[in-house]
């Protein structure tokens, strides 16, 4: 049994407060990093990065990874129809191919890069079974809406304190509450979530503001936008998580702001859909609001790469402002480590190389034409802009080596490729 690990000579890209990149080592035992620098001793198992970027293990913050299996199924769609088919399908799943569809969205980000993310979906033990053969960490919300809403068999946020209450002690399972929007979730569905997570700590993520006709509607419902609206009734702390966020105004902006609350903005998404819509993240960050990074499902992204959404949102930013300022590399990077760590409430635990924390850990290829030339100076840079996911070389999520030589140690990738196509086929054809 493997009990330590010992990453030698690597461009150690840390995210630590300092945000420090040096040429060095990192200890890992017992799960958790244990020296950083230069490290001198052995250790059950040495792993040579023979000069190559070492970088925290990526969180991806809004993802539907049951999804992956219905990928291209209603591309090139209008919106309206794009709906229509995903929901005609969605209604009809069994839970094979949920499974098959978990195993699949789960390898591809672990493979990627990506150790930890979050998922807003219904049958989230399914999910969770994925999760854990895979080797990785889900923070896992089950989809909460008003019973009139839903397919669920039972009250969906009955349904969602019975996940919780399985796998509240599980360390690779982190349940949590996924709140659908505010189309399908009444003021008590929302303020009796609150009072869950308020009483459990679990995080809060819900669809926000993704579409102006979600806007416009609830705005002729209710008299208030969105966000306005989740502060004026209550709902909004800390432990909420925010996807797109896309359309907001500056009071909303600052609503977040003062409720301290995160989003996950998904650029990629929102664009591959053109729901059109830039979510405003310089006034984000400037009024407080903790930014992070989210690829959201298969249908929509059919990626779950954050190597490209970090440069898509980069590029997005800059190009929509006309200001090659907006958005750095270094703050792409943030969004998708200690930003994502803190939106989780796990920033003591994950999202940069630091000792004590828990040693998600990414080496990438030493031998990448992409990635050099490579200096202290550019390696974060050249990791947002220039690296792609099929640089990963080396993956360690807990201190485990789950990817070796851009090779799965935990799951047979053949068999579950071969079962994601069966499921898709199936689906087709319901």
Same mark, same amino acid.
């Given at each position: 049994?493997?009990?330590?690990?010992?990453?030698?000579?690597?461009?150690?890209?840390?995210?630590?407060?300092?945000?420090?990149?040096?040429?060095?080592?990192?200890?890992?035992?017992?799960?958790?990093?244990?020296?950083?620098?230069?490290?001198?001793?052995?250790?059950?198992?040495?792993?040579?990065?023979?000069?190559?970027?070492?970088?925290?293990?990526?969180?991806?913050?809004?993802?539907?990874?049951?999804?992956?299996?219905?990928?291209?199924?209603?591309?090139?769609?209008?919106?309206?129809?794009?709906?229509?088919?995903?929901?005609?399908?969605? %209604?009809?799943?069994?839970?094979?191919?949920?499974?098959?569809?978990?195993?699949?969205?789960?390898?591809?980000?672990?493979?990627?890069?990506?150790?930890?993310?979050?998922?807003?979906?219904?049958?989230?033990?399914?999910?969770?079974?994925?999760?854990?053969?895979?080797?990785?960490?889900?923070?896992?919300?089950?989809?909460?809406?008003?019973?009139?809403?839903?397919?669920?068999?039972?009250?969906?946020?009955?349904?969602?304190?019975?996940?919780?209450?399985?796998?509240?002690?599980?360390?690779?399972?982190?349940?949590?509450?996924?709140?659908?929007?505010?189309?399908?979730?009444?003021?008590?569905?929302?303020?009796?979530?609150?009072?869950?997570?308020?009483?459990?700590?679990?995080?809060?993520?819900?669809?926000?503001?993704?579409?102006?006709?979600?806007?416009?509607?609830?705005?002729?419902?209710?008299?208030?936008?969105?966000?306005?609206?989740?502060?004026?009734?209550?709902?909004?702390?800390?432990?909420?998580?925010?996807?797109?966020?896309?359309?907001?105004?500056?009071?909303?902006?600052?609503?977040?702001?003062?409720?301290?609350? %995160?989003?996950?903005?998904?650029?990629?998404?929102?664009?591959?859909?053109?729901?059109?819509?830039?979510?405003?993240?310089?006034?984000?960050?400037?009024?407080?609001?903790?930014?992070?990074?989210?690829?959201?499902?298969?249908?929509?992204?059919?990626?779950?790469?954050?190597?490209?959404?970090?440069?898509?949102?980069?590029?997005?930013?800059?190009?929509?402002?006309?200001?090659?300022?907006?958005?750095?590399?270094?703050?792409?990077?943030?969004?998708?480590?200690?930003?994502?760590?803190?939106?989780?409430?796990?920033?003591?635990?994950?999202? %940069?190389?630091?000792?004590?924390?828990?040693?998600?850990?990414?080496?990438?290829?030493?031998?990448?034409?992409?990635?050099?030339?490579?200096?202290?100076?550019?390696?974060?840079?050249?990791?947002?802009?220039?690296?792609?996911?099929?640089?990963?070389?080396?993956?360690?999520?807990?201190?485990?080596?789950?990817?070796?030589?851009?090779?799965?140690?935990?799951?047979?990738?053949?068999?579950?490729?071969?079962?994601?196509?069966?499921?898709?086929?199936?689906?087709?054809?319901?």
């Amino acid at each position: 049994m493997v009990n330590s690990v010992l990453i030698k000579n690597g461009v150690i890209v840390t995210q630590d407060p300092k945000r420090r990149v040096f040429q060095g080592d990192v200890m890992v035992e017992g799960g958790l990093i244990t020296e950083v620098g230069v490290v001198k001793g052995g250790a059950d198992q040495i792993i040579d990065a023979d000069g190559a970027p070492v970088l925290p293990g990526l969180i991806n913050t809004h993802a539907h990874v049951a999804m992956t299996v219905m990928k291209g199924l209603a591309d090139d769609l209008p919106f309206p129809k794009f709906l229509e088919r995903v929901f005609a399908i969605d %209604s009809d799943r069994q839970q094979q191919d949920l499974l098959a569809g978990s195993r699949l969205g789960c390898l591809e980000m672990l493979l990627g890069g990506t150790t930890t993310f979050v998922d807003l979906y219904y049958s989230q033990d399914i999910v969770a079974k994925a999760v854990k053969e895979v080797g990785m960490r889900g923070v896992l919300c089950w989809a909460v809406l008003d019973q009139e809403f839903t397919t669920q068999q039972g009250l969906p946020l009955d349904n969602c304190k019975r996940f919780h209450d399985q796998f509240a002690e599980d360390d690779n399972i982190i349940p949590g509450v996924g709140l659908q929007g505010v189309y399908v979730c009444s003021e008590e569905t929302f303020m009796r979530s609150r009072e869950f997570s308020d009483l459990t700590g679990a995080l809060m993520t819900f669809h926000l503001s993704e579409t102006r006709k979600e806007v416009y509607d609830h705005k002729a419902k209710t008299g208030m936008r969105p966000a306005d609206w989740l502060g004026s009734i209550g709902f909004l702390n800390e432990r909420c998580l925010a996807a797109h966020a896309a359309w907001l105004t500056i009071n909303e902006v600052r609503t977040l702001g003062r409720a301290h609350a %995160s989003i996950s903005t998904c650029p990629v998404s929102n664009m591959k859909l053109a729901t059109g819509g830039v979510a405003p993240i310089p006034e984000m960050l400037h009024e407080g609001v903790n930014v992070t990074l989210g690829t959201d499902g298969s249908t929509t992204n059919n990626s779950l790469d954050m190597f490209g959404e970090m440069k898509t949102l980069s590029l997005l930013q800059k190009s929509s402002r006309w200001d090659p300022t907006i958005v750095t590399a270094q703050q792409a990077l943030d969004f998708c480590t200690v930003n994502a760590a803190r939106s989780l409430g796990m920033e003591a635990e994950i999202g %940069s190389i630091e000792v004590g924390k828990r040693a998600d850990l990414v080496i990438m290829d030493p031998r990448s034409p992409g990635l050099r030339p490579l200096s202290l100076d550019n390696a974060v840079s050249n990791l947002v802009f220039a690296g792609t996911r099929g640089d990963v070389m080396t993956v360690l999520c807990g201190g485990k080596i789950v990817v070796k030589d851009r090779r799965s140690l935990t799951m047979d990738v053949e068999e579950v490729i071969k079962d994601g196509q069966k499921a898709m086929g199936q689906l087709s054809k319901r």
